[in-house]
């Protein structure tokens, strides 16, 4: 059923822009679980059964009603629920509290709906845009905006859904919550806003795309922005992002207060 499922996924996710990140968080994913196993393992009690059955029926048919339709996001939440309960009628649900981070960082795996992806990330994209030709005509650049497009020179560029945000927030926050759940212990406060810190810095680093793209195309062409310096940009968001989720780390781990058990350690 996984196989089956991932490469449903790989073919309609993994393969765009947007899911790009998925193989990553799956192999991430896959290691914490490995990683947390014998502590699980440790607490291992079979579940009961007829609690079990109740949660693992319901989502072997929903899984199946999702194959016919051909809906992948429906069947991939259908695939979780099932994992949920077959783990919980192996190991128990002590045994999952132990491991709850691998298994809730699976949800990360999920494709979220195309139309919610473009109705959530819309206000986000007029803000992203309004602000990159804001900033760039403080420069003199030609640039205008109407809407979710954005006109520099002769060119026209629409400002997608790729650039709104949603999607590198999900990819950025699997690897920040990855990066926080290995520090540990610096307690539930600073994991909290650290999380935040991760969406600032996802919000802040489309916007360095969306400039750079308008840059992109006023000096070099609109080929030029569609083609393998589209990737470029996608890159510089990322490593803007990451290095800017380390930089708050590192300043948040100086000012914050070590926990009290932490320091007596």
Not at 50 to 56: E, H, I, K, T
Not at 110 to 133: D, H, K, M, Y
Request: with cysteine; hydrophobic share 55%.
């Amino acid at each position: 059923m996984a196989l089956a499922t991932f490469q449903g996924i790989a073919r309609q996710s993994w393969s765009t822009e947007q899911g790009a990140h998925g193989p990553i968080v799956l192999a991430l994913g896959v290691w914490l679980m490995v990683r947390s196993w014998p502590a699980m393992a440790a607490q291992a009690r079979p579940g009961r059964p007829l609690f079990g059955a109740l949660l693992l029926v319901p989502a072997l048919v929903l899984y199946a009603c999702a194959r016919v339709v051909g809906s992948i996001v429906i069947e991939s939440g259908a695939l979780y629920l099932v994992l949920l309960a077959t783990l919980y009628l192996f190991i128990g649900a002590r045994a999952m509290r132990v491991g709850w981070f691998p298994i809730a960082y699976l949800l990360f795996l999920l494709p979220p709906p195309g139309s919610f992806v473009a109705a959530a990330t819309q206000p986000l994209r007029l803000q992203l845009s309004e602000l990159a030709v804001w900033g760039l005509s403080k420069f003199d650049y030609p640039v205008a905006r109407s809407g979710l497009n954005i006109f520099v020179d002769q060119y026209r560029l629409g400002v997608k859904s790729a650039c709104g945000g949603l999607n590198s927030m999900i990819s950025l926050t699997a690897m920040g919550l990855f990066y926080a759940h290995l520090r540990q212990h610096r307690g539930f406060a600073y994991n909290l806003v650290f999380f935040f810190g991760i969406i600032a810095m996802a919000i802040l680093a489309n916007l360095v795309r969306v400039a750079l793209l308008i840059l992109i195309t006023y000096h070099l062409g609109q080929a030029a922005a569609e083609g393998y310096l589209h990737q470029f940009a996608g890159l510089t968001m990322f490593a803007v992002a990451m290095g800017g989720v380390l930089l708050l780390d590192e300043v948040m781990s100086r000012v914050w207060p070590a926990p009290a058990t932490a320091a007596a350690a």
